[in-house]
């Protein structure tokens, strides 16, 4: 998969990618730093985005929020790469 940047975001979200699973540390800290509310666009399938949430409060918000925040269409994202 290609780098996913969110619209204005200075941040290269690049999960597929082998060297950020071998050390995906420094994206991990731009995301939290510059981006903690990433929205994923899939170039291959625009109608499949989803949000990456990087921040400990945020993603502890929404896990208790069921209401406003919803995994129901599933939590896996098959890029056929990984």
Do not use: C
């Not at 994206?27 to 291959?44: E, G, I, K, T, W």
């Not at 921040?55 to 990984?82: C, K, M, P, Q």
């Amino acid at each position: 998969m290609a780098a996913v940047l969110s619209q204005g975001s200075p941040v290269r979200f690049e999960l597929a990618d082998a060297s950020t699973w071998a050390d995906p540390w420094p994206m991990y800290r731009s995301l939290r730093d510059h981006d903690p509310v990433h929205h994923v666009v899939p170039q291959d399938k625009p109608d499949h985005d989803y949000y990456v949430l990087s921040r400990h409060a945020d993603i502890w918000a929404a896990a208790r929020d069921h209401e406003t925040f919803s995994s129901a269409l599933g939590l896996t994202v098959n890029y056929g790469e990984l």
